[in-house]
């Protein structure tokens, strides 16, 4: 069974970045045939949408929450997408889960991914 695995989380300061690398557990999953995204979930909060990009990199979408501040990217030759967060605020606090799909479409939806990962903790510290 296929599984995600994300890394890359930690405690860090109001101002600060970090990024978050997500990676297959089994070597033939091959995130490029895969559009990829990354979702967080607040304590006492619904899971939301963070950013997207599409499995032919022609679509890369950002909640309005992160734009100008997270970059979402993949290296196909590591078989891993990231999230650069740059700036982090302490409302950016969550744990950060990435998930792959084989569609291109309603990527900012929950419904339409096939494969999550465990979390990542992320904490941002006023």
């Known amino acids: 069974q296929v599984q995600l695995v994300e890394s890359g989380g930690g405690l860090v300061q109001a101002g600060g970045s970090l990024r978050l690398s997500c990676a297959p557990s089994?070597?033939?999953?091959?995130?490029?045939?895969?559009?990829m995204c990354w979702f967080r979930q607040a304590p006492g909060k619904e899971r939301e949408f963070v950013a997207a990009?599409?499995?032919?990199?022609?679509?890369?979408d950002y909640d309005d929450s992160v734009k100008g501040r997270f970059t979402i990217s993949r290296d196909n030759a590591k078989n891993t997408v990231y999230l650069q967060m740059n700036r982090l605020k302490p409302e950016d606090t969550a744990v950060y889960y990435c998930?792959?799909?084989?569609?291109?479409?309603?990527?900012?939806?929950?419904?339409?991914?096939?494969?999550w990962g465990q979390g990542t903790q992320v904490t941002v510290s006023s």
């Open positions: 089994g070597r033939l999953f091959m995130l490029s045939t895969y559009s």
């Open positions: 990009n599409s499995r032919r990199g022609s679509t890369i």
């Open positions: 998930a792959a799909t084989t569609r291109s479409y309603e990527l900012g939806l929950q419904r339409t991914y096939d494969y």
